[in-house]
């Protein structure tokens, strides 16, 4: 069995066994309107056309309530998306790479999906690509090159991509005619091709001097060093088994740069199909920079590109910089490998062959290149990039993204309804589980460490009073230090706080699982009293003290007090919500709140400090708030109001469980919007006599 019938049974079973795979996740997941499914170089990357269309997604407040998914080999590498709340990483080829796709409305690649992934009726498959082609490519191609596959098997391949597509992205009237017979598809079928530009070329048009000086820094280039590119692509006769395509070029990179003068250094860029073992000689002034996820910065910081049959050439010169040929294999890759799709004679720049003429063309381009008076440049220029001026991101988002929702089948709508009962009954089977399990514990039966400290807390502070700290405003260092022999609930980030006091909390509540993840290391190291939570938060707590308690909770936007934490409770708006619940288990008669403003946190003077809490932290509840309230464009002072009338809610809901059940509940806080419980003063408070109780400590 020779190397192509080898890689067939491979390909073949791989199919197979993915297609049953996908078939199976098609049946389960239904397709979701608001979900986006990314990938960029099969999962190697993140960038390209692909990646900036989901960054213009982000800027529209019109996808707040969107799920984006991005599919790479290592996902690990690419936590920094995490940073919106919406996105989601996936591993390639894993079960949620199976299930994403086929619950994703939307799939934008860059390279075409893998020939298992068939897109459903209703599913929108747009396909970026990854360049203007100069070289042959899919069924336009003549020669059998291909170590792994005959010619008339890549064109079929080709042709059953094609038909996946719904959109083509168009830079220009040339890519449209090349695609159109490379991937055998009619390029007059309405909507196929979106003549729109390339969106990778957007930032060409909008970055920053200051962003790419700092990009160059990053990379260790020497202050006033011309910066040269090389961007060569791959060869397909240049594959090796077991590692697949590598770059095996004759260029001497070391002699290259020998030529040069000294203040000249080379960025080598691989083109992402290939390996680059052993290309980089020792010399300090070549950087690889192949792991660079958008090449568009690689373009801003170069002052000349060198590339062979790249369709880097085409996106570069909308930069209007020079541009130099080295195809030292021209002959062959003409007769032997693709062929090309226009005169070279059309090319923006000299061709060279050998290294010396490739040293001279780089220094004359340098030296004396002018856009201005250079006809064949600005010729290229206009036939490959005409629709190009910053823009093509948002066309692709309002002719291809922006459409109405699909209509559900029959099929569709019985398996939604049917993950909805499941999800009722679910409800009710937590309510009956917790509630079961809560009267054992409740009785001292069936008692695990987190129930036995529940049990231990119960009534233990009987008849006694004690404070819940906000966060807000007028919470002061001089108020607290009047508390340090009193019973207190700190909450949140008020650990910021203590470098201006000797106070400490009693206890400490947190409930939002977002501090569990993003706060994890403060929280270890600033709280050191009992901290209570909620279950969702301390199964993300990877470092927690041995008194951490956390209850049951369900999720819920029917909140009510629900009294007894041994089964679950309830917890919305405020994390003292939480607060109180454990206060009203521990028996406390008379609770005191401090702090708590009831004002916009997210306003400027939220909080007792200005740092009280991170960008990133504020920008996710942020985003959060929107989607709860279902608007696309909300301001500060609209989210601030949200906010408020929740909290207001669950307060009155607290005051009404409070008066049933013979609980004084009194606001210390100095002014703020709280009006519904009886306004004391602090001083008044810890002047009069207090209930009997142990004493702290």
């Known amino acids: 069995m020779n190397e192509r019938q ?61 799920t984006f998914v991005w599919a790479f080999s290592k996902p690990s590498e690419h936590e920094d998306l995490l940073k919106n709340p919406h996105t989601i990483l996936v591993k390639k080829g894993s079960s949620e790479y199976f299930r994403y796709y086929a619950a994703s409305r939307f799939w934008i690649n860059n390279v075409s999906i893998p020939d298992f992934l068939i897109p459903g009726r209703h599913q929108i498959y747009i396909e970026t690509w990854h360049g203007t082609p100069l070289k042959r490519l899919g069924c336009d191609i003549t020669t059998d090159s291909d170590p792994r596959q005959s010619k008339e098997r890549m064109h079929r391949r080709y042709r059953i991509k094609g038909k996946k597509v719904t959109h083509f992205l168009s830079p220009s009237p040339y890519y449209t005619e090349k695609i159109s017979t490379a991937f055998d598809v009619d390029p007059a079928k309405d909507g196929l091709f979106i003549n729109c530009g390339y969106p990778r070329n957007d930032a060409l048009f909008t970055a920053s001097e200051e962003e790419t000086a700092a990009f160059k820094k990053s990379l260790g280039i020497p202050e006033g060093a011309k910066v040269i590119l090389y961007t060569p692509t791959w060869r397909d006769n240049e594959y090796q088994n077991g590692h697949g395509f590598q770059y095996e070029s004759p260029v001497n990179l070391g002699k290259l740069m020998d030529l040069l003068p000294e203040n000249y250094v080379l960025l080598f860029r691989a083109h992402h199909q290939v390996g680059t073992s052993e290309v980089i000689q020792e010399t300090d002034r070549i950087f690889d920079v192949t792991e660079a996820d958008d090449l568009n910065d690689l373009y801003l910081i170069s002052d000349l590109m060198i590339t062979d049959y790249s369709s880097t050439m085409f996106d570069y010169s909308v930069l209007k910089r020079p541009m130099v040929f080295h195809m030292y294999d021209l002959e062959r890759y003409e007769r032997e490998i693709r062929g090309f799709y226009f005169d070279l004679e059309e090319l923006p720049g000299p061709i060279t062959k050998t290294e010396e003429e490739l040293a001279k063309a780089i220094v004359d381009g340098i030296s004396h290149f002018d856009y201005a008076t250079d006809k064949k440049y600005r010729a290229f220029h206009d036939k490959f990039n005409p629709w190009e001026d910053g823009q093509a991101a948002r066309r692709v988002i309002d002719s291809c993204i922006l459409i109405p929702p699909h209509k559900k089948g029959i099929w569709e709508k019985l398996v939604l309804n049917y993950k909805r009962t499941l999800n009722r009954i679910h409800i009710v089977y937590l309510i009956i589980k917790y509630n079961i399990g809560g009267f054992f514990n409740k009785h001292g039966l069936f008692l695990n460490n987190n129930s036995r400290r529940l049990l231990n807390m119960k009534d233990s502070h009987k008849g006694e009073r004690c404070f819940l700290i906000g966060n807000g405003p007028s919470l002061s260092p001089d108020d607290l230090h009047m508390l340090i022999n009193e019973y207190t609930f700190g909450t949140n980030m008020v650990y910021k706080i203590f470098d ?27 709280v050191k009293s009992p901290l209570f939570t909620i279950e969702k938060t301390y199964r993300k707590m990877t470092k927690r003290t041995l008194e951490t308690t956390y209850v049951h909770t369900i999720a819920s936007e029917r909140y009510k007090v629900k009294g007894n934490i041994f089964s679950y409770c309830m917890v919305k708006a405020t994390v003292l919500s939480l607060a109180a619940e454990f206060a009203f288990h521990m028996g406390f008669s008379e609770i005191y709140l401090l702090g708590v403003d009831c004002t916009n946190p997210h306003a400027a003077g939220g909080h007792f400090t200005d740092n009280y809490t991170t960008k990133e932290i504020a920008q996710t509840d942020i985003s959060r708030i929107k989607e709860r309230m279902n608007k696309e464009n ?37 002014g703020g919007n709280l009006e519904i419980f009886p306004r004391v003063k602090l001083e008044d408070v810890l002047a009069s006599e207090r209930p009997p109780h142990k004493q702290k400590g």
């Open 500 to 526: 201006q006091t000797d106070w400490r909390p009693s206890f400490h509540c947190v409930s939002d699982s977002i501090y569990a993840t993003k706060l994890r290391d403060e929280l270890y190291n600033n």
């Open 6 to 66: 080898k890689y067939k049974w491979k390909q073949d079973l791989s199919w197979l066994k993915n297609r049953i795979k996908f078939k199976i996740n098609r049946i389960f997941f239904m397709t979701q309107d608001k979900m986006v499914m990314f990938e960029s170089y099969h999962g190697k990357r993140c960038g390209d056309s692909v990646r900036a269309i989901y960054e213009e997604m982000l800027k529209d407040d019109t996808f707040r309530d969107y």
């Open 634 to 670: 909300v301001t500060t002072e609209q989210i601030g109001e949200h906010i408020i009338d929740r909290s207001m809610d669950v307060y009155r809901l607290l005051k009404k469980y409070a008066d049933k059940h013979g609980i004084k509940i009194y606001n210390a806080t100095r």
